[in-house]
């Protein structure tokens, strides 16, 4: 399996606490609209001891079967099927600061 791992962070105008809420509540639903994905983790971060700001405010796991698989879902997010979930994202991520890679899992600890 291949994995699409986005690095995210929210727009300047709301809270962790409100990005968390709403990448979870609302926008995580469009994963079921997204063809070839067998699995979809969120990793959300979370206020560091003394209060102090993550760096980043999440993670997302996009995990499919082959690199061919990936490839067809991300020409489905870049094409008029995805405009839904793109429209979606600017509702509470900064899409100027998120970066994006595919990843091959090695495990040392199953």
């Known amino acids: 399996m ?12 709301i809270t962790l606490e409100e990005f968390s809420r709403y990448w979870y509540e609302v926008h995580g639903r469009f994963a079921y609209t ?3 994905l067998r699995r979809y983790v969120q990793n959300h971060a979370i206020r560091l001891l003394g209060g ?10 996009y995990w499919f ?8 879902s991300a020409e489905f ?21 998120i970066f994006g890679f595919v ?8």
Do not use: C, T
């Open 2 to 13: 291949v994995k699409f791992m986005a690095i995210m962070k929210r727009r300047d105008d």
């Open 34 to 36: 997204v063809p070839n």
């Open 52 to 61: 102090g700001e993550p760096q980043i405010d999440g993670i997302g796991e």
């Open 65 to 72: 079967d082959d690199l061919k698989s990936w490839q067809r």
């Open 77 to 97: 997010y870049l094409g008029d099927e995805g405009r839904a979930i793109r429209d979606d994202e600017v509702k509470f991520m900064n899409r100027s600061k």
């Open 103 to 110: 990843a091959e899992e090695r495990i040392y600890i199953p």
